[in-house]
């Protein structure tokens, strides 16, 4: 494949032509902007397709662009190159990590799985490449009780790196699962007490979860599902009002799908702003722009892992259809 120019860099546009520039460069390097729900607006905005991990994973598996820049955090990004090997895999800043995925080192969940040899092992997605090769199944928190209860009921399962997503899948299915003791420091981070004053202010209000809150303040909410389901139950509800527990970012589709409605995120403890993942706001709009301009900074895998992690993710993609 041949780019136009790239090996000198640019000057980054001005602000008010950014988004027409990334466009433009899209378009240019047969790129296709996958960007989560807890990106900033401005990314979620000028992005071709939002979507949870789930739905990103999908849509990294069957894109025929050339070039797939991932406005996420670094484990989403070698998903979108475990799946397309032959593609460039861009992520705007390679410092976006993920608290739960870092938390979990390849080399310690090695020898915690040796300390379990009889378990099957499902990893959320939200875990490293390597992590990813040492697993028989990955998971999102929309799959994740479904493909559990596809398993069969005698095989001890191993769950990583997510405690709290993993104690909820428990519950669902009924199923007894041995845990690595990983936790998101966003989903950690909201405070009851917030949580209450904010059903005082808003009784009418519908409290919904993302299933890596944990227990206590699962136990408060009307409905837990995915970032996806989370949407999807703005829409579908009768209510008129919202508290939410899950990273803010995804208020800006929730007001997009519901205008007429009234969302309230749940702050942190001392109302700090910890409810919003620094990792994910790494990425900027000027950060875009640069690495579709020269192409990078770009994801690499060596191909032993990458179908060693491959295998687990197919596997999901094929029990979810």
Known sequence: MVFSQISAPHSTPPAPQLRTAIRELCRERQAVILAHYYQDDAIQDVADFIGD??????????????????????????TAKILNPGKTVLVPDLEAGCSLADACPAEAFAAFRAQHPDHYVVSYINCSA?????????????????????????????????????????????????????SCIVHESFSEQALLQLRLQHPEAEVIAHPECQQHLLDLADFIGSTSKLLERVTSSSAESFIVLTEPGILHQMRRRAPQKSFHDVPGSDGCSCNTCPYMRLNTLDKLWRCLDQLEPGIELEESLRQRALAPIERMLAMSA
């Open 53 to 78: 991990s789930l739905e990103l994973s999908r849509k990294a598996a069957s894109t025929e662009a050339e070039v797939i820049v991932f406005c996420g955090v670094h484990f989403m990004a070698e």
């Open 130 to 182: 390597a992590v990813k090769a040492q697993s028989d199944l990955i998971c999102t928190s929309s799959n994740a009780v479904h493909l559990v209860n596809q398993l069969p009921a005698e095989r001890p399962i191993l769950f990583a790196p997510d405690q709290n997503l993993g104690r909820w899948v428990a519950r669902q299915t009924g199923r007894e699962l041995t845990f690595w003791p990983g």
